[in-house]
């Protein structure tokens, strides 16, 4: 079964640096999302990406983030200057079309930011 | 009041028996509803989709009702390998069309 993948499991930073996170979404999803997770706490949505542009952001998705699709697989999210409470697991996740089409999510990257 | 609102649990049950969880949603705009299910420090996973009509997927039942804003989970003869946090999930058909996940609920089945 397709897979999202994600690079790298765990990434540690220090406050202050620039991280890239990597993901692969599945390859026939049209629709690639970001979400977080701090431990202990829900998952929630950053931003959701279609036809090469952001359709939507949280409130959580300031100046400090944005998001790329370099080539036809990958799909990354920049922090550019790391926070201590940046620290959470990053989910990406993507689907098909179709508005009842469920998300597939990558197994994440863990960001620790010291 | 949060969009989507489950009760958080522990819900510790014995092998083999049957467990109901329920969940709210605030906005009336949802349109599509989901159960996902979260093993620890892992990533959410599937369970099923919420059809308007009710639906089963082996042990698992799940009941949407629109006019009170409640989905439901059930989960009959548990095994110990059901033991997660599940999601209930819900998209809105306006404003805010990405996933909305509840903070889950927490099963331990036990031996």
């Known amino acids: 079964e397709p897979e999202v993948t994600q690079t790298p499991s765990h990434q540690v930073t220090q406050m202050g640096q620039e991280v890239i996170l990597r993901c692969v979404p599945i390859s026939n999803h049209l629709y690639f999302y970001w979400y977080r997770q701090i431990l202990g706490q829900k998952v929630e949505f950053l931003v959701s990406?279609?036809?090469?542009?952001?359709?939507?952001k949280s409130e959580i998705f300031d100046d400090q983030f944005s998001v790329e699709r370099p080539d036809g697989s990958n799909f990354t999210l920049k922090i550019r200057s790391t926070k201590l409470e940046d620290s959470a697991m990053y989910f990406c996740?993507?689907?098909?079309?179709?508005?009842?089409?469920?998300?597939?999510f990558g197994n994440g990257t863990r960001l620790t930011v010291t | 009041r949060k969009e989507v609102e489950q009760d958080p649990g522990p819900f510790n049950v014995p092998e083999g028996a049957t467990v109901a969880f329920n969940c709210t949603y605030s906005n009336s705009a949802s349109q599509s509803f989901f159960w996902y299910r979260q093993d620890c420090r892992k990533e959410p996973k599937l369970l099923m989709s919420v059809y308007s009509s009710g639906n089963e997927d082996g042990r698992f039942t799940a009941q949407l009702n629109r006019a009170s804003q409640y989905i439901s989970l059930l989960i009959r003869d548990s095994k110990l390998s059901d033991s997660a946090t599940y999601l209930c999930v819900v998209r809105r058909d306006t404003g805010r069309r990405a996933l909305t996940f509840g903070s889950g609920t927490r099963l331990q089945v036990q031996p």
């Open positions: 990406f279609y036809n090469n542009e952001i359709s939507e």
């Open positions: 996740a993507s689907r098909r079309t179709g508005e009842d089409s469920p998300l597939h």
